[in-house]
């Protein structure tokens, strides 16, 4: 996993961050009006598609709107997306805006600046 080799990277110092956790998402979440959980909105949701709007909105389909896929998936790290969805959505694409792109960029920004001072000790 990702976080084991981070953690093996900064035994001697911290030289390594893996940003964002899931306490900057939550909280870039609610500072953005996100109206789903970080479980329901897995893949090219609200959240992902907003970010997408903001940042390259030519990189989102047209008809993104009717995309909704909400899906229980118990088994996702063992099965794979492709067990849950054939559209590759889980989650409320239709819920995505620019501005909640805009502001979920603006916060997880404002959450690294204490990775970033970490990392420049």
Known sequence: MLSNIVQQANVAEPQLALFPDRAAWEVACR????????????????IETSILLEVAPKM???????????AEHPHLLTMGMRAYTESGVIGRP???????????????????????GLLSM
């Open 94 to 116: 239709s819920l995505a805006s620019t501005d909640k792109g805009r502001l979920l960029l603006a916060s997880l920004t404002a959450s690294f600046q204490e990775t970033l």
């Open 31 to 46: 500072d953005a009006g996100i109206v789903g959980t970080l479980h329901d909105d897995m893949h090219a949701g609200e």
């Open 60 to 70: 989102v389909r047209d008809g993104y709107e009717l995309g909704d896929h909400v």
